[in-house]
């Protein structure tokens, strides 16, 4: 099994930053990628980005390119958020994702382990 927890979540005002981490503990041999999605009540979980589990190749969501990026530290299994120029539309929960299997996937559906999520609030 493999454990995913997000961290790094607060509140922040517009046009601020945040970083936020996922830490990958358990047997992780099985995952390819790690993706970032973020929710809101009521709404379906939006792909915001994802990273090769070797970190060789990331992809941000057209919403969030050129204020986001992701980046992982390979020799602690750790990813991160780094999320620049904040707007109150960018205020949800955020998860990470691990996914397993060779094909990349935007649908949160074909993730396989989720950490709890965290919440990152941004006030205009």
């Known amino acids: 099994q493999v454990q995913l927890a997000e961290s790094g979540g607060g509140r922040v005002q517009a046009g601020g930053s945040l970083r936020l981490s996922c830490s990958a503990l358990?047997?992780?041999?099985?995952?390819?990628?790690v993706g970032w999605f973020r929710q809101t009540p009521g709404m379906e979980r939006e792909f915001v980005g994802r990273?090769?589990?070797?970190?060789?190749?990331?992809y941000v969501a057209d919403s969030v390119k050129g204020r986001f990026t992701i980046s992982r530290e390979n020799d602690k299994n750790m990813m991160y958020l780094q999320m620049n120029d904040l707007a109150p539309q960018d205020t949800a929960l955020y998860y990470c994702?691990?996914?397993?299997?060779?094909?990349?996937?935007?649908?949160?559906?074909?993730?396989?382990?989720w950490g709890q999520g965290t919440q990152v609030t941004v006030s205009s």
């Open positions: 990273i090769t589990w070797n970190g060789a190749h990331t």
């Open positions: 994702g691990g996914k397993r299997g060779i094909s990349s996937s935007e649908n949160p559906k074909h993730y396989d382990y």
């Open positions: 358990g047997n992780t041999a099985d995952i390819t990628a």
